[in-house]
């Protein structure tokens, strides 16, 4: 009788959690509209003396030292946001699936180092590099944390799955205090986005526009509130195609089955394709479904880089998007 | 309640010398003395240790090794032996140790050499609860760190407690039934996980891919002082208990008939291999294959015999789990490869030298 | 059990029917009955909803019905060579093999076509399967259900560590997982023109060595006394188990349990005369297959994320198992079916 009665409880807790798990997809349905995106600044300072300057992050704080040297970053935000500010780190990380930075940082970036994390960050390559100053990303290192302080003083930003993407600039600028340069540079930044936004408005209400990922044999479209949605469909302005999800409670991206592609009526797919998924394209292109989107019938199909649109975290990433938007839907404006 | 065929602990001395297949035995009947295996194997400890504070991407050389194990190095060297290496070097043989150990209790309460903590469902239950509190709870986890260990603990729990419940009847628990529903309530529990990581962001499942494969990269003092305090009570506890255990082997009428209370016994072993696994899973992540691999090797070592099983399980589990960190560590520099994929390998080839031995 | 068993098969070929419908009629996309009446008789390749049902589910339909049936007809011959009621491709390691050596080759290989993938297949499998039997005949006293379990699951986790280690150096993560959790979606009329000859050819070899199989169940003893020629029923159960199940691991990626539950059912209501059990358990193990994948499709929908129909099947099975586990104890029952 105990022993039903355990099982029982034990079973009731096990639904409880099941369903806790699929009401957040609820509760973030779809096609609801999500709350505006604001910008959260995710460092603060709090002292500065001639020697130091205190500094609060999401994982606690840290005194860093006025002219770091040799900076270490481990955050594919923070690295985008030094080479915006024109500091060349002493090592980086790889973005993922690959030993390189982003393409779009490839030039400011040649010949720095780069570490390929597998996993674990391997914490005495750090060590070899001789950081005065480590920037690391919430997620990946959050457990190192501790460890990576011993080496040096060692900043913490989380990566906004959800693009917010001009705040780490500012957040790096008040750590390495060229908080004015830092908001010069944003603002160019938001200037060039203007001057784009205008570029597009006779276009943007007329054809929408939509993201396809193909990968390892399946298509997958992404969200439009995340990573670059909020960049593309709010301050761009363009219009997204309706069978984009707004919200999406997975990693952001939803599996789009052949059927469902039939849904598409956009009129411009940014499409990136995985390496190993090219001949997967390839049979879908022949399908008659594909045939009938509309982005398909007028050749509106353009790929860009993956790490560009998936991997861009800071300015420069969006700068790039930019750039890919103006080549593929206003080609007189771009440079 | 019969014994179940095929549960007789490997290595034991069969009053004929051969197995029921016919042919030669395939395990030798002659055997070192036991002492000799246990001095032997803390000597290769040793020196696996040594090794593995000499390995790594920063070189040091044997004399600024030492210097900076006495303290007077450089900062950056003692950094590196003191604050990276040496705890990882301990963490290693800490749950090593807890892993063995729990893998012989379980051996020993299910009298079938092939039990090990991944059966009872311990590491099932702490991957669902880290995936369960990476998937509701995002933004709580990436605030504190304490929260993932604790939802891994936590889950571990769960589980053994259903896998307990569930096999608990009228008033016993047979070792196969225990085996048996652990085993389905983990294939539940990865069907349950699946679906979780199929709503992650692939940042988040690389993370918990890397996790579950058990590693030890965030090995620090802190982890340690956690984890000491569980090892150092429940390991002696599960010393004390050789003669019980042995005493089980034997099966449980006769345990009963002499003076054991079998189930009893039992339910308090059980508890103690689960708390024993619960922390080391929850710092070093899922390390499956250890709690099979070291007690059954150090059988064929020095027999069934509880008294030395233990501390000849315990080196071999701190080896070989040393072993794998360290390669994993060291083979594809600067990229690490986490210890359990290494235990799994090594575990892997095992099995094959196992296999082609009997056949051949 | 003996009901009047035309009458049974006559139930499940309705079942298996209406699944089939029903598997047309839902999908992503609304589609009406009236639609996919014309789609399938009066076909018209301009409409995307004609090419949708045409081109996409019917093919989704027949290749849950062929690798269901695979999937149940080989667990019921490995439940029958080896007497061990827990025995079923997921256990046994084909299915952990199959995936190995799939993820193997999408590190090493990824520009394999469909055609090495599916032989890759079938040698992982096989290898899985020689690991697991070896291991588990080891000691005294064989196979054991409880040995067979617990190999299986010490097997799993090596080759499930090594997948991991090539998945974290690779950085494949979560697309591997997509691969092997995608169940029937995306199949395709070439993926099905491929593998039929092997599903075909291994069903009814099945139904060939029926009746052997059945003497089989009485004990290695009794069927040699009976002029069985033990030796070569195994090596031919075991070659048909490897064709049909690597082709459906190819076809649908691992997908568990049915292979254990289906054979128990069908027992339970045939007996074991396997000339009976065989083309019941194809029957059975197809109309799961399409159940669990037309519930895996509505359970999209609340849950918001995909559901591969692997979970569909273990939430069947884990309970069954839970059931077979914990029923009158096995040892007892002298591994008997």
Known sequence: MKAKLAVFSLLLLFGWAVVQSGRVGQSVDRWKKPAPVTSVRQIK???????????????????????????????????????ALGVRPALVASSWQSGEPAPYLADRLRGVPVIRRGGTTPLEAVLEAKPDLIFCETMQDGRLYGQLGKIAPT??????????????????????????QARRRLDEYRQRRDRAQKALAPQAKRQPVTFLRFRRNTCVIYAR???????LFEQLGLSPDPAMPIVMSSGGWDVLSVERLSTLSAEHIFLVVDPDSEAYLRGVAETPIWRNIPAVKHKHVHRVASKTWLGGEGILGCEAIIDDVLAAMAPQESR | MMREKGTVPIGAKHPSGRSGKGGPSPFPARRLRPVAVLVLLTLVLLATAIVSLDLGSVQLSPRQILAALAGQGETQHELVILQLRLPRLVLSILIGVGLAVSGVILQGITRNDLASPDTVGVNAGSGLGMMFLLVVYPTAVAQSPLLLPLGAVAGAMAMTALVFALAYRQGSVLPSRLLLVGIAVGFGAQ?????????????????????????LAAGDWTSILLLLPCSLLLVPLAFSRTRVLNVMSLGDYLAAGLGVSVDRQRLLLLGVATMLTAPCVAIGGHIGFLGLAAPHLARRMVGANHGVLFPAAALCGAILLLVADSLGRHLFAPVEIPAGVLVGILGGIYFLYLLARTKG | MQIKWPLIAAVVVGLLLVAVALSLLVGDIPISAAT???????????????????????????ADVLVGASLAVAGAIMQAMTRNPLASPGIMGLNTGASFATLLAMVLWPVAGRCELILLSIAGATMGAALVYGLGSLSRGGLTPVRLALVGIAVS??????????????????DALLWFA??????????IRMLLPMTGMGLLGAMAIAPALGVLTLGDGVARGLGQRTG???????LIVLLLVGGAVALAGPVGFIGLMVPHVVRYFVGLDHRAVIPGSALCGAALLLVADIGARFATVPLKAPVPVGVMTALLGVPFFLYLACRRPTAARGGRL
């Open chain 3, 182 to 191: 995608r169940g029937t979606e995306g199949v395709e009329w070439l993926d």
């Open chain 1, 225 to 231: 509130s995340s990573m670059f949605g909020p960049l």
């Open chain 3, 232 to 238: 070569s029923t195994k090596f031919l159960a075991a």
């Open chain 3, 36 to 62: 996919v009446w014309d789609a399938l008789f009066s076909h018209d390749s301009q409409l995307s909803a004609h090419v949708i049902i045409r081109d996409w589910r019917l093919p989704r339909a027949v």
């Open chain 1, 45 to 83: 300072v709090i002292e500065e003396t001639p020697e130091y300057r205190l500094v609060k992050h999401p994982l606690g704080k840290t005194k860093v030292p006025r002219k770091p040297r040799r900076i270490v970053s481990l955050s594919p935000a923070a690295t985008d946001s030094l080479a």
């Open chain 2, 191 to 215: 069907a349950a996980m699946l679906l979780f990581s199929l709503r992650m962001s692939f940042s988040m499942y690389s993370y918990v891919v890397t996790w579950m494969s058990g590693t």
């Open chain 1, 155 to 180: 900043v913490c930003l989380t990566s906004m799955g959800s693009g917010d993407r001009e705040a780490p600039i500012l957040d790096v600028g008040d750590v390495l205090a060229v908080a004015s």
């Open chain 3, 157 to 174: 986790s090596v080759l499930g560590a090594i997948g991991n280690g090539l998945m974290i150096y690779h950085e494949l993560g979560q």
